[in-house]
């Protein structure tokens, strides 16, 4: 942790899901899937983000049904509109979160990525890795893709692998890795002709040759998502955050595109009837859950 003066507490547990190193380990379907366990137990949970590649008039921004991603940034439209929950987006974490407790009474805070905010103080830290590319050469920005020394490991409350972790991910890690996730395939969306709300369907287009989209961290795990559900893909990898044109995805007529539910909310304004989104779910085992819960009990009992 930095060594500058600590943060005032907030009067409720912020919850930081991030990762050590750059590029995509898995961290946004991670804090999808604890907004909706929280909200099937009754809290009010809340997201706040950065809001990379978006730029709102004012902060803090909240994100609704109708913004735009250039404003909100497309993690964050996406995050509303697969949980429901309210998204507050700013520069300054601690003023989103704020808001979010001032204006939507919310008693959880979750953090999409900022370990290394340390303006925002937090009462509990996630740190995701992926487990095949690990932490890459084990360098420091710029010689490798590490935002912080791998010592930082040592000090966050849990350490969770983006899929089965290699030998050397294990090795990296120095047996720190507490659990493991995996992306699995949930439900399909097309986006309605209001172009703000999905339509949510159980399934998706025949399988088959299809263009799969992805302007995310790893592209590579996308594809091999619809590779295991049977689809023949022609891969159209983008840069991460990547502003589409209706022309960019223009291909070869009626062959299905299939893109993630982040570039999805980007392309809504241009939608095509043979255009889908995959979204996927995040599965943790039931002790994952069992610590986080923990976490909330001494929390409201170190309140009273």
């Known amino acids: 942790m930095s060594s500058r003066t600590p943060p005032e507490p907030l009067s409720v547990p912020v ?21 909706r366990w929280l909200k099937e137990r ?44 309210p998204v507050m987006v700013s520069p300054n974490r601690t003023e989103a979160a704020q808001a ?47 935002r912080e020394p791998v010592t930082r490991l040592q000090s966050v409350d849990m350490l969770v692998s983006n ?13 720190l890795l507490e659990f493991e996730m995996t992306l699995e395939p949930s439900c399909w969306h097309q986006f309605n002709l209001d172009q703000t709300s999905t339509l949510r369907l159980p399934s998706g287009p025949e399988v088959g040759p299809c263009h ?4 995310i961290g790893n592209p590579k795990r996308f594809f091999r998502s619809l590779q295991a559900l049977g689809f023949e893909v022609t891969e159209q990898p ?28 980007k392309c809504r304004d241009f939608w095509e009837s043979h255009w889908w989104a995959l979204e996927v779910r995040a599965k943790l085992p039931d002790l994952f859950y069992q610590k986080v819960h923990k976490h909330l009990q001494q929390f409201s009992e170190n309140e009273k």
């Open 15 to 35: 919850i930081v899901i991030g990762n050590i190193t750059v590029g995509g380990a898995g961290k946004t379907p991670l804090v999808a899937e604890l907004a």
């Open 42 to 85: 009754g809290r009010n949970p809340g997201i706040i983000s950065r809001g990379y590649g978006g730029r709102a008039e004012k902060y803090p921004y909240q994100v609704t049904a109708q913004s735009h991603p250039l404003e909100s940034g497309d993690e964050p439209l996406m995050l509303h509109l697969i949980t429901g929950v």
């Open 100 to 146: 979010l407790i001032d204006y939507h009474q919310c008693d959880v805070i979750l953090s999409d990525d900022g370990l290394q905010h340390y303006s925002l103080w937090r009462s509990y830290e996630i740190c995701v890795v992926d487990g095949h590319r690990g932490l890459g050469n084990g360098h420091m920005l710029p010689r490798g893709p590490l």
């Open 163 to 175: 899929g089965e972790p290699e030998a050397k991910v294990r090795d990296q890690c120095g047996g």
């Open 212 to 215: 799969g989209v992805a302007a």
């Open 238 to 265: 983008f840069d991460d955050h990547h502003q589409f044109s209706p022309q960019e995805l223009h291909f070869d007529g009626e062959t299905p595109v299939i893109m993630t539910m982040k570039d999805a909310v």
